[in-house]
């Protein structure tokens, strides 16, 4: 059983950073396609970055330049890196994973303000 556990969201005020961590059990985390999208009340989830097994990227065009997806295979954990954030970027954050199957995480909160 896969499992995605996110962490790492909060409160920042605009221009600072967060970084957001998905945790996901198992053993099969390599071969994994990993993905962060986020959800903005009344809005729907968008994707905002992804990882393919192999490493390629792939970021929205709100994003790109700002965040950084990474993955450590040997910690099971993918990343987000968000700087310069927005307020427009407040959402939930949810972690997803995917092969033949999809896995999502839970949703952490970012929420950027003054």
């Known amino acids: 059983q896969v499992q995605l556990v996110e962490s790492g969201g909060g409160l920042v005020q605009p221009g600072g950073s967060l970084r957001l961590s998905c945790k996901v059990s198992?053993?099969?985390?390599?071969?994994?396609?990993m993905g962060w999208y986020r959800q903005a009340p009344g809005n729907q989830r968008e994707l905002v970055a992804h990882i393919l097994s192999g490493g390629v990227t792939n970021y929205a065009d709100s994003v790109k330049g700002r965040f950084t997806i990474s993955r450590d295979n040997t910690k099971n954990t993918a990343y987000l890196q968000m700087n310069s954030l927005k307020p427009e970027d407040t959402a939930t954050y949810f972690c997803k994973a995917a092969r033949v199957n999809v896995y999502w995480g839970q949703g952490t909160q970012v929420t950027v303000s003054s």
């Open positions: 198992g053993s099969i985390f390599s071969i994994l396609h």
